[in-house]
């Protein structure tokens, strides 16, 4: 059942880290549906809204659970940076890499969750089902830790 949680916890890794440029996705204004940013050209752009959609594997002393970040929430999270296309918009998408590298760290063994390497993230977090009946978890007005 949907639900709204508040929790302490360090990031673990992102999803797709090292292909930071599908971290923002275009969709249709009008249709509402999702396009691979690659393809988006001039003539689509009017057409197109570009949205935050990534994932962050979250960990506490008691869970691992991946939360997504999406549309307006990580508008919140990077305090204020606007999506956008980032296969043309270099600077932002070593911006982007940067402070998640910076989140996670190093770090890439597995090593105790309290690692000092990892800030923590106070975070607020929603449970939802999707269409398949899986539970999932949504990051919601939560800022990024770093500057």
Known sequence: PPA??????????V???NQVQRFCLPRDRSTGR?????????????????????????????????????EVDGC???Q?????NLFEDGAAAQLLH?????????????????????????CCLRSYCDANGTLRFRMNDTVLPLE
């Open 98 to 122: 940067q402070k998640m590298a910076g989140l996670i760290s190093a770090e890439t063994e597995p090593g105790p969750v309290d690692s000092p390497l990892r800030p923590w993230i106070h």
């Open 80 to 84: 204020g940076l606007a999506p956008r």
């Open 34 to 70: 999702f396009y691979e940013p690659s393809t988006i050209g001039p003539a689509e752009e009017d057409s197109m809204e570009w949205v935050y959609a990534m994932e962050i594997l979250l960990e506490d002393a008691t869970a691992q659970v991946w939360a997504r970040i999406f």
């Open 76 to 78: 919140t999270f990077f």
């Open 15 to 17: 999803r797709d880290l």
């Open 4 to 13: 709204r949680f508040r929790c302490l916890a360090q990031a673990r890794t």
